[in-house]
């Protein structure tokens, strides 16, 4: 273990804390996020890091219970993030355990940390699959995740210029007015996708779509595609063909994606050795490789994963224990020595 490594798992160390919503807000800002996911993937890269299967359950009315995680031994941390997603809301907990004796470490609330890491990977992306003078970005979808995802590709590219496009048209508008003003950028609402996407640069798309919106033949060569939205079989956003266009493609998870994308499934089908050509952006940041200078595409697709998750939670607690920020959680939240056998 280097210098860094020990000093990151000394400053973990100490009493398990309970850290809020607005703590995560406060401690860690977009490039902050992006760089813990360079790490963690890096990790994962080198074997350091390891997901845990993301499984779920159905109850009600169609309400779903989640849980994913992961295994950070680089950071002598693992953990899960588990919520339940109802009509009435969610409230994600991410629980953070040492990897060495089992003790709780933290619980952290984590709505603002998922919405970080999930931009925080596009901007990811973004780095190592654009064009490196890419300044245009179309964006599709003014939901909950529009702001973040344009803070994450503006941390990362010098934008000049951003087009948004909604199914609803006024949302695309509200939108462009109010991050035009909070991210300091030049934001307006595009009339349709194909205006929104016509020699964009980056496209990133989060939606809730039903169907593949993106056509192939609405984007021009050069461009670089994140596709966020769409993580059950039961939604898409683009053009399964549009893979055969693209130098590189990566996803966060592979396995996630030959699971649950709808669009790849149906482009690659059962192929091994078609599949074997997706490759996890983890082995992109390790082999150290830029777009391809000749690329027509590259393209990101994101399911989400508990290296994600973990990476983000390892680096809100180092600072939370940094600045004295968080609260202790009871003694009696921590383990206790099991009296024999394995189960706990």
Same mark, same amino acid.
């Given at each position: ?9 000394? !400053?973990?160390? /100490? ?11 406060? $401690? ?50 693992? /953990? ?9 809301? !969610? ?20 709505? !603002? ?6 931009? #925080?990977?596009?901007? +990811? ?13 179309? +964006? ?6 529009? +702001?973040?995802?344009?803070? !994450? ?5 010098? $934008? ?24 300091? &950028? ?18 990133? $798309? ?36 549009? $893979? ?34 997706? +490759? ?25 994963? /508990? ?21 202790? &959680? ?13 189960? #706990?």
């Amino acid at each position: 273990m280097n210098d860094t490594a020990m000093n990151r798992r000394h !400053a973990m160390s /100490g009493e398990a804390l309970w850290i809020t919503e607005a703590e995560v807000a406060a $401690l860690v800002d977009m490039p902050d996020a992006i760089a813990a996911l360079e790490r963690g993937l890096s990790a994962e890269a080198e074997g350091g890091a390891v997901n845990m299967a993301k499984t779920h359950a159905t109850f009600g009315h169609g309400d779903t219970l989640h849980a994913i995680g992961a295994t950070m031994l680089a950071e002598g941390v693992v /953990g899960t993030k588990t919520w339940a997603h109802t009509e009435g809301g !969610a409230n994600p907990l991410l629980i953070l355990f040492d990897a060495a004796n089992g003790q709780l470490m933290a619980v952290i609330e984590a709505f !603002a940390l998922g919405q970080l890491r999930t931009a #925080a990977i596009s901007g +990811l992306a973004t780095r190592w699959l654009a064009a490196p003078d890419a300044a245009t970005m179309a +964006l599709v979808g003014a939901g909950k995740q529009a +702001l973040a995802q344009v803070a !994450a590709v503006a941390a990362v590219c010098r $934008l000049r210029r951003v087009r948004v496009a909604s199914r609803n048209p006024e949302n695309a508008a509200a939108f462009a007015k109010r991050a035009s003003a909070e991210l300091n &950028l030049e934001i307006e609402p595009a009339a349709s996708i194909a205006a929104a996407v016509k020699d964009a640069e980056i496209i990133t $798309l989060v939606t809730r779509a039903t169907a593949p919106f993106l056509q192939s033949a609405m984007v021009a060569r050069g461009a670089h595609i994140n596709a966020v939205g769409a993580v059950v079989p039961e939604r898409a956003e683009f053009e399964p063909s549009m $893979l055969g266009r693209c130098a590189v493609v990566a996803a966060d998870t592979v396995a996630g994606v030959r699971n649950l994308s709808r669009e790849f499934i149906e482009f690659y089908g059962d192929d091994d050795h078609a599949w074997s050509g997706v +490759l996890p952006l983890s082995q992109v940041i390790a082999m150290g490789k830029d777009r391809p200078a000749a690329a027509d595409l590259t393209l990101f697709k994101a399911m989400g994963m /508990g290296i994600s998750d973990l990476s983000m939670g390892v680096e809100v607690l180092g600072r939370a224990r940094a600045n004295g920020v968080g609260r202790p &959680l009871s003694p009696t939240l921590r383990a206790k020595p099991r009296l024999g056998g394995k189960d #706990a």
